[in-house]
């Protein structure tokens, strides 16, 4: 089982409020991504990190920002909502050097109003 | 053109039955691949990695062409339990990130 959190798990906020994201991972692991996904849709990777101060934006535009001050934590943050982030936000990790594949949080589910 | 393609499905498929997903990948430099399995609402869990020589997880085959650059899953005795959106991923050498496919929805029924 992978130990990596997000909270909060649900979330629901008005227009222009600030909200973050946060992931936590306790594995290790110096590689950790979001990714944005709409109910029935494909996974889109929005920003992605290879360790401590290292942040990249990913495949899908996003207006969030993203920090990594330390291994195990990869907050996200939204300045001001719109209704249009309205969607399910997952985190995953990985280590570096070993096998590819990314273990993933349980997700949390932003609605703006 | 997708860089990872994959039937959207749905497969309907009664228990038991034994059921198979094809992905293809477009890029020549992939080198790793997984299945992955997504409940509706939940987060992707790595199912299985697919190895070149083809590998079995119980239930679970899957099988690794690179000359026609596909991977396929094979489900057999299909359980309710398997109903899901079965990824198929890849990862391309020189890239830091993972190419997930749109997934192939399986409904398994009594």
């Known amino acids: 089982e992978a130990d990596i959190y997000q909270t909060p798990r649900y979330l629901v906020i008005g227009t222009g409020k600030k909200i973050t994201l946060e992931c936590s991972q306790t594995m290790g692991h110096d590689k950790m991504y979001w990714y944005q996904q709409d109910p029935g849709m494909e996974l889109h990777l929005i920003h992605y990190s290879y360790g401590v101060n290292s942040t990249e934006k990913g495949d899908l535009s996003s207006e969030s920002t993203v920090s990594r001050i330390r291994t195990e934590h990869f907050p996200l943050t939204l300045e001001s909502a719109r209704p249009s982030h309205t969607s399910q936000y997952l985190c995953?990790?990985?280590?570096?050097?070993?096998?590819?594949?990314?273990?993933f949080g349980p997700g949390t589910r932003l609605t703006v109003t | 053109r997708k860089e990872v393609e994959q039937d959207p499905g749905p497969f309907n498929v009664p228990e038991g039955a034994t059921v198979a997903f094809n992905c293809t990948y477009s890029?020549?430099?992939?080198?790793?691949f997984f299945w992955y399995r997504q409940d509706c609402r939940k987060e992707p869990k790595l199912l299985m990695s697919?190895?070149?020589s083809g590998n079995e997880d119980g239930r679970f085959t899957a099988q690794l062409n690179r000359a026609s650059q596909y991977i396929s899953l094979l489900i057999r005795d299909s359980k309710l339990s398997d109903s899901a959106t079965y990824l198929c991923v890849v990862n391309i050498r020189g890239f830091q990130k993972l190419v997930f496919g749109t997934g192939t929805r399986l409904l398994v029924s009594p």
């Open positions: 995953a990790s990985r280590r570096v050097g070993g096998p590819h594949e990314q273990y």
């Open positions: 890029n020549s430099a992939s080198q790793s």
């Open positions: 697919v190895y070149s």
